[in-house]
């Protein structure tokens, strides 16, 4: 797949509809040649209102099923709407800890 941050906001947008989405590639944080190979997903839906975390991830990984054999790393923050107006904001990713960078 050509642009996978394309795809991921784009599925995303159309299967849950969500009131705040942000699909930021981080692949420029870690060791490795791959240019789309770890995400952060931050997923604000009221499809998650009667959701345990669990299911939202769940979710998450049944959607992109397909795409996780080419992704390495996929970080998952979703959140109702209520959710994110106390929180405001989804922790930072951590650092690389697969040794330096190319």
């Not at 345990?52 to 992109?64: G, T, W, Y």
Request: net charge negative; proline share 5%.
């Amino acid at each position: 797949m050509r642009d996978m941050q394309q795809h991921l906001t784009q599925q995303l947008e159309i299967s849950l509809n969500p009131t705040h989405l942000e699909v930021i590639n981080e692949s420029h944080n870690h060791s490795g040649p791959a240019s789309e190979s770890h995400f952060k997903l931050v997923v604000v839906s009221d499809y998650f209102s009667d959701l345990k975390l669990i299911d939202r991830h769940r979710f998450v990984n049944q959607l992109f099923k397909e795409e996780l054999s080419h992704i390495h790393a996929l970080a998952m923050h979703t959140y109702t709407p209520d959710e994110w107006a106390i929180k405001n904001g989804a922790p930072d990713s951590p650092k690389c800890a697969g040794g330096s960078k190319s």
